[in-house]
């Protein structure tokens, strides 16, 4: 990826995402657009993602902030029903199947987690 320049951007205490509970939600700008965004914490880890529905480029969240499925397992579009892997963003159900979020590249150091601002990626079924 493209160095852009720009300081890594603090999105939050480390602490404030809990494992399959509620994401923070934040701006990315790439160019002149700006876009919703949001971190979430799955499997220990902080993963953020563009919030546009790979189905349909609507945002995920059914209320502010609340990206999982009621089982803390899946993110899922409160339009469609799409369903997401949280670790890598891949569609695993619904109308996006094989599609895939838009990733970030999300660090977490100092007890804080930070959105590094570059393009952001499709990840695809491959690791």
Not at 78 to 101: F, I, M
Request: charge should be negative; glycine fraction near 14%.
């Amino acid at each position: 990826m493209p160095d852009t320049g720009l300081e890594p951007q603090r999105l939050c205490e480390a602490d404030a995402l809990v494992e399959g509970g509620a994401g923070v939600r934040f701006s990315v700008r790439f160019g002149s657009r700006e876009i919703g965004a949001f971190v979430v914490r799955y499997e220990g880890a902080a993963h953020g993602y563009l919030n546009q529905c790979a189905h349909v480029p609507m945002e995920l969240d059914w209320q502010e902030g609340q990206f999982f499925d009621s089982a803390g397992l899946y993110l899922m579009c409160a339009t469609h029903g799409a369903t997401y892997a949280p670790d890598t963003g891949l569609c695993v159900g619904g109308p996006c199947r094989g599609a895939a979020l838009a990733k970030l590249r999300i660090e977490e150091r100092d007890g804080a987690v930070f959105w590094l601002p570059e393009s952001p990626f499709f990840p695809t079924g491959a690791d």
